[in-house]
């Protein structure tokens, strides 16, 4: 039973994560006030690479074909890890909190050493940017997890969920700083602004999209839906860890239609926030995603010394 | 299972001290081969590598029997060698066999092409140091440990300069030489404290001296910095990044990868089991400096430009995580939380294991590039993995396990290490508990940079293009090479996937310090100290999902696609006269932690003038510790031994107004 319900929960995660993708960028263009592309628009986007000839330079390695099958499992682990709809997953005692942080790491390295592969300045400025940003987001979103682990006693993501959500309401002002903290790490290590753009090609400033510069259809459609499923699995994860109400508990079947309605509005509204807030800012220069990331480790850092003094 | 062990001779301390005599014969048997090159290859250091897995066997089948001990008449008349193998050593002499045996293999293909003159030589003091390291691990006496800790350090001290008609090799050596002999001055002392006014220095004698804290603590500075400075602690590691790049690869495996540990196991070995009795601070000192050391280590190897430098480098950051692990271990022990004194210990064993595994790995795996292309500097590197494929992998899963990335070894050891921080809520100290979770971030923050530099460092050396034409001659190497890799690469992995089974097969090492053992709460295939409720990691089901993800969606892809692949130039952004120089360089690569971290560095670039018609850049970071520590000591040392030089005329009547004075004082002295 279990077994399948997890398999469900992955594979609808799976197929459903372009959409919250498109729904972002629908409500960005609203807010921009251009129009709109349709909420499928992704998928279209999928099917069109799909189609197309793949254009691999002349002197690429297997690595640079391998990573974007590696990169896309990677990130179809760590959807099946957060608890979404239901929090009774048996993939989940397989990673805690700390090797979900492994795997996006796995996926990072993977993708920036097949930025590498081909050799040209691009590529490896990308992964070096990227390689920049992840050392000071890592140990940030450790930090956060930490908190909610202390809290929890467990770095197992059910139990956390199990502890913030259904059991008795308790505030954790420590929860509060670990939230902004976690906003502005989802904010770095899906290279939205203020940390990079997605919508850009600037040679300048661009972080991602210089990674994957070399790669084209199926296997740059694979980054394309990873870096979509990446999103999804930060977005359920804030949910999971900060706004849980609605989650079905352990074999609560009948809860579970109420969930999936709880889960789809609250990624509808982050999803218009996360719109919004990158509308109204800016793209700092590069050397200011330190600070910005340094912010976020102090203020992880700072709620679990809050965790400390006030909850323990 | 039983049965066959009780095949084996009761003591398997014999059979270690066999297998040390065997090496040294092997040893000298190599200078009588000299005249053949062939010989030395093929036999000598195959048999060699035999014996490493001979010690490998013996410490798996030590680990599992009763302490044995041997007392040997050889040395002063006076003073027999006691040997002795328990747990503790057992374990360690699995991880020195086990990375040796790989290492000594490759090594076998890797001295093909050295003269047979030298090579003879070098045969010598490599099966020396092999049996200085595991007489290390045996010796049950101050004598013995002290006599196998400076066969070690002066074998290896040969090694580091097999090239000695180079300067800085020369200096490399002399530098490593010296500081090991300031460490070993400091080893004395400690046994000299340890001894406790018995006069006897017998291991024995030392477990059952009472100490006053303070006469404890001295042993413990003491013993914290003697082993420190084998280790590579800050700030007694200048030597590391000098002497281990200045070794053959083989060797430098062997150091980075092996010795490091051995100051390790004699940290363990005098504060759990000689010192009868641990204070708090010194696990807090161990665990600050631990965080140093780990956090400087890699921000020096993230700027580094040489490959094997960046690899001593890293090697600090390790012995770093390692020293904060141990210091975790003396807080919980200290404190009286015995099962998680086990967690943190089982960590920084496993830890030890891997390092080894994976460090010896990428040294081996830069010998080769070496050997392929000449080239050290990663500036002048590039592409490899078109021409050396075999090395490219392997050297990819070392460099993956070293960034702690999942489902390898690397990382097993630093989610147990990160649980033990996170479990420090319920010390009885307050501060110590609001402050060691942080001190996790540190550990986290290392681990991210380590991730970082091996990017840099497996991208620049082996993808990309070429950033030299002659490495299009590049070639793959050799068989025996090859299977030493493969063989320290499947430790790598199986490390990484079988946690159960190492940290049952490591608990009577961790009894044996701790008096307690950590319980796995999961199943075989899934690693849950403590308990599953808390936290658990299965990296085989982590593996089996991500392949089979993998495969899924390859033959998906493979299905609905026409699979056409056309090959072409890499885009070139509307500017063709792109070129490999383009690349990042290796400087290139480290530049943003350079910036960030430019306090710890003395950083001296020279940049080209724009009328330059060959422009030159180079840009080389120091170590600051260099300039404001050791240079003022050295200066200092300079200064009072040219003062202590007046004292010598070259006339006989002073020299002897000199002994007549010392005599009077003496027997003022004794007679008081």
């Not at chain 1, 999936?260 to 509308?279: P, S």
Request: glycine letters at 8%; aromatic letters at 12%; charged letters at 10%.
């Amino acid at each position: 039973m279990s077994v399948s319900l997890q398999l469900a929960q992955s594979l609808l995660a799976i197929l459903l994560a372009p959409l919250l993708m498109g729904w972002v960028n629908q409500c960005r263009a609203w807010l921009q006030g251009r129009t709109a592309p349709p909420i499928t628009q992704p998928y279209r986007t999928l099917r069109k690479l799909f189609l197309k000839d793949a254009v691999i330079a002349h002197h690429a390695s297997p690595l640079f074909r391998f990573a974007p099958y590696m990169i896309f499992a990677c990130m179809a682990l760590a959807a099946g890890i957060v608890p979404t709809i239901a929090n009774d997953l048996p993939f989940s005692p397989a990673a805690d909190v700390i090797a979900l942080v492994g795997i996006f790491a796995l996926a990072r390295v993977f993708l920036a050493l097949a930025a590498m592969d081909i050799g040209t300045a691009f590529g490896s400025l990308g992964a070096r940017r990227e390689m920049l940003v992840s050392f000071l987001a890592e140990p940030a979103l450790l930090m956060v997890f930490f908190t909610a682990s202390l809290i929890s006693q467990s770095t197992e993501l059910p139990v956390i969920v199990q502890t913030l959500a259904l059991q008795e309401f308790a505030i954790y002002p420590s929860l509060a700083f670990a939230a902004v903290a976690f906003w502005m790490i989802s904010v770095a290590e899906n290279a939205r602004i203020p940390v990079d753009n997605p919508s850009t090609h600037l040679e300048l400033t661009m972080i991602h999209e210089a990674m994957i510069l070399e790669y084209s259809a199926r296997h740059l459609a694979l980054i394309e839906w990873a870096v979509a499923l990446k999103l999804f699995t930060y977005s359920a994860l804030g949910i999971a860890l900060f706004l849980p109400w609605g989650i079905a508990a352990q074999g609560d079947i009948a809860a579970l239609p109420l969930a999936l309605v709880a889960m789809v509005a609250k990624l509808l509204i982050g999803g218009a926030v996360l719109a919004f807030i990158e509308t109204i800012s800016a793209k700092v220069r590069l050397f200011r995603a330190p600070e910005f990331l340094g912010t976020a480790f102090l203020l992880a850092v700072l709620g679990m010394l809050i965790h400390f003094l006030l909850e323990v | 299972m039983m049965a066959t062990l009780s095949l084996l001779p009761p003591d398997p301390v014999q059979w270690a001290w066999g297998i040390v005599l065997f090496w040294l014969v092997l040893g000298f048997a190599a200078l009588l081969l000299q005249g053949s090159q062939h010989l030395l290859t093929r036999l000598v250091f195959p048999l060699g590598a035999l014996g490493a897995l001979a010690i490998a066997g013996v410490g798996i089948a030590g680990m599992l029997l009763p302490a044995s001990a041997v007392i040997l008449p050889i040395g002063l008349p006076d003073l027999p060698f006691h040997l002795r193998l328990d747990a503790l050593s057992a374990f360690f002499m699995v991880l020195l066999g086990g990375a040796a045996f790989g290492i000594t293999v490759y090594a076998s293909g890797y001295f093909k092409s050295m003269a047979s003159g030298p090579l003879a030589l070098l045969a010598l003091w490599y099966h020396l140091f092999l049996a200085g390291m595991v007489t290390v691990l045996l010796a049950d006496d101050a004598y013995a440990f002290m006599v196998a800790w400076e066969v070690m350090a002066l074998s290896s001290y040969f090694l580091v300069t097999t090239d000695h008609k180079i300067p800085e090799i020369r200096r490399a050596g002399f530098l490593y030489l010296l500081i090991a002999h300031v460490g070993a001055v400091s080893l004395l002392l400690t046994f000299g404290v340890l001894q406790g006014g018995h006069g006897d220095y017998t291991f024995d004698t030392m477990r059952l001296a009472e100490m006053t804290p303070f006469w404890a603590s001295a042993a413990y500075l003491l013993a914290l910095f003697g082993f420190g400075a084998k280790a590579g602690l800050v700030p007694m590691h200048v030597w590391l990044p000098e002497a281990h790049p200045a070794a053959p690869s083989p060797v430098s495996a062997l150091m980075s990868g092996v010795m490091l540990k051995t100051a390790i196991y004699g940290l363990l070995r005098v504060t759990f089991d000689l010192l009868n009795i641990q204070i708090g601070w010194w696990g807090t000192l161990a665990l600050a400096l631990g965080l140093i050391t780990a956090l400087y280590g890699v921000i020096f190897a993230a700027v580094q430009s040489d490959m094997k430098r960046l690899l001593a480098w890293s090697s600090i950051e390790n012995i770093g995580i390692l020293l904060a692990a141990f210091g975790l271990t003396l807080i919980f022990y200290t404190d009286g939380k015995g099962a998680l004194a086990a967690l943190t210990l089982t960590a920084m064993l496993y830890h030890a294991l891997n390092h080894a595994f994976f460090k010896g790995l990428l040294f081996i795996g830069t010998g080769s590039v070496l050997h392929a292309t000449g080239v050290r500097h990663m500036g002048h590197l590039g592409g490899l993995m078109r021409f050396m494929p075999w090395t490219a992998w392997l050297t990819l899963i070392g460099a993956l396990a070293i960034a702690g990335l999942p489902p390898l070894n690397g990382f097993v050891s630093e989610w147990l290490l990160l649980q033990a921080f996170l479990m420090t809520p319920g010390l009885t100290h307050p501060y110590l508990n609001m402050v060691i979770p942080v001190a996790a971030a540190i550990v986290a923050l290392a681990a991210a940079l380590a991730a970082y530099v091996m990017v840099k460092f497996f991208g620049v050396v082996f993808l990309g293009q070429p950033r030299d034409p002659a490495l299009h001659e590049a070639h793959e190497a050799s068989w025996p090479e090859r299977l030493g890799m493969l063989w320290l690469a499947a430790g790598c992995v199986l490390l990484g996937l079988f946690p159960a089974q190492v940290i049952a097969w490591l608990a009577p090492v961790v009894r044996l310090l701790s008096n307690q053992t950590l319980v796995n709460d999961g199943n075989w295939l899934m690693l849950a100290p403590v308990s599953a409720e808390r936290a658990s990691y299965a990296p085989l089901i982590f593996f089996a999902v991500v392949a089979v993800v993998v495969l899924l969606t390859y033959l998906w892809v493979r299905r609905v696609y026409h699979g056409r692949v056309r090959r072409s130039d890499p885009w070139d952004c509307g500017y063709p006269e792109q070129d490999a120089r383009m690349q990042d360089s290796a400087e290139g690569f480290g530049q943003p932690i350079r910036q960030i971290f430019e306090v710890f560095m003395k950083v001296e670039r020279e940049t080209p003038d724009p009328f330059d018609r060959k422009p030159h850049y180079s840009g080389a970071s120091l170590d600051k510790l260099w300039f404001i520590l050791y240079e003022p000591i050295a200066r200092v040392t300079n200064w009072l031994s040219q003062q202590a030089g007046r004292l010598q005329h070259g006339r006989i009547q002073w020299y002897l107004i000199y002994s007549f004075a010392t005599l009077i004082f003496l027997l003022i002295f004794t007679t008081r």
